[in-house]
């Protein structure tokens, strides 16, 4: 079975190519997800060169110039890009046999979005509050992201593996966030929506009446804002058309067209340079990442919430990395052949599972949540993330691979 191992650049440079790629061997792994394009992090890297790594926005490779000539965004570019070690791990994993894939974050850059602040998600306030967050309407985002999703395949990998294609959420749009007012879910939901000039015009033209669906979300968050109590209960189209009203609604779902146009776009210019785009649905770290522990909703489910349709992308996208963060392996089960059911069984289904906590705590619960993620149509279980997790954690995956 296919199994790759999500690294950073970061570890091989602490510890030595050579030594990482010997131990990804040795774990069983048939491949590496290297974080070609990542974002600012505050990192516990227990065994890197320093036991914490503040990670930055950027590349780690030279952006070509002949992609992102004339563009208005051009990616930040990281210490040592220079050095090429990307090249030099495509090299590395071919003498060896192993697989090599671009893990890379589109729209979630602060830096980008601090400098831009015009292309970031603006909510019903008019606020710019989420500089992490550029939106995917945004022409100029869109041509950034046709062209990052190019530059990467261009590295000479197998597949581009998509982070953050797609609208992000209110809770992640910056770092070192502060919010003393109860919000509920749905609270935040609308809070985070995107209302900028070219959301608004897309939705109108699906025939969404925009300004309504903006007028209501002031309306709801700026009473909670006041002391009004907070909605309780998950997001759903049902409760949210209940509490917000069913323009709400319909504004929320018109971003899919957004989002799967531009996934498109991306898909294209990536097969253009000879590999193939992974879609990551963020849904499953939003519901688990921080306890394992998801609310009942299936991620596949609730994936609209970040304007993600998985059966429309199911036309497009070859293949689909499922964040399967749960400590119980029948979630796991569930989540995957959600997504399955959803795509389509002739898609590739790549389940991510955490070793280690919060999700796993002995190498019997992972190989269960291995063995569940296969039955449910996952051709392949890849691990998050070599870096992050003591040696005595990946030491876990050799069992629960085989």
């Known amino acids: 079975m296919d199994s790759s191992l999500y690294v950073f650049v970061e570890d091989l440079r602490g510890e030595g190519m050579d030594k990482v790629l010997d131990r990804v061997s040795g774990y069983g792994a048939k491949g590496v997800t290297i974080a070609a394009a990542y974002h600012r992090a505050r990192d516990v890297t227990p065994h890197g060169a320093s036991r914490v790594t503040l990670r930055r926005d950027g590349v780690h490779f030279p952006p070509p110039e002949d992609i992102f000539a004339g563009l208005r965004l051009i990616p930040p570019v990281q210490e040592g890009a220079d050095e090429r070690p990307l090249a030099e791990l495509r090299r590395a994993c071919t003498e060896r046999g192993l697989k090599m ?11 980008l979005g601090l400098a831009f602040p015009d292309v970031t998600v603006q909510n019903c306030f008019g606020d710019r509050g989420s500089p992490a967050d550029l939106c995917p309407a945004h022409p100029d985002v869109r ?27 209110f809770g992640h749009g910056y770092h070192h966030e502060r919010c003393f007012v109860a919000l509920g879910p749905m609270d935040a939901f609308l809070f985070g929506l995107c209302f900028c000039d070219q959301c608004m015009r897309r939705a109108t033209d699906l025939g ?17 804002l006041d002391g009004d109590p907070p909605a309780q209960g ?21 971003r899919s067209e957004t989002v799967t146009s531009l996934v498109a776009e991306v898909s294209e210019a990536v097969s253009a340079e000879g590999a193939r785009l992974t879609f990551m649905d963020a849904t499953g770290a939003c519901k688990g990442y921080a306890d394992g522990l998801p609310p009942a909703g299936l991620a596949a489910h609730d994936a609209w919430q970040l304007g993600v349709d998985l059966v ?39 389940a991510v599972l955490r070793p280690g906590s919060p999700d796993t ?19 392949a279980v890849d691990f998050y993330a070599y870096g992050l997790a003591p040696f005595d954690v990946l030491g876990r995956i050799p069992g629960a691979l085989a």
């Open 208 to 224: 969404v009446n925009a300004e309504v669906a903006r007028e209501e979300c002031a309306r709801i968050v700026g009473g909670v």
């Open 312 to 350: 429309a992308l199911g036309d497009i996208v070859p293949s689909f990395a499922v964040l399967a963060y749960a400590r119980d392996a029948a979630r796991v089960a569930d989540d995957v052949a959600a997504y399955q059911r959803s795509v389509g069984k002739d898609r590739e289904l790549r």
């Open 101 to 111: 894939h671009a893990w890379t974050v589109f729209l979630h850059n602060t830096t």
């Open 234 to 254: 998950e997001v759903t189209r049902a409760a949210l058309t209940a509490y917000a009203g069913p323009e709400v609604v319909a504004y929320a779902r018109a």
């Open 143 to 169: 041509a950034y992201a046709v062209a990052l999703g190019r530059a990467a395949a261009r590295q000479g990998v197998d597949s581009v593996v998509a982070e953050a294609l797609h609208f992000g959420t």
């Open 361 to 379: 705590d002995s190498e019997d619960r992972l190989a269960a949540k291995v063995r569940a993620a296969r039955a449910a149509g996952a051709e």
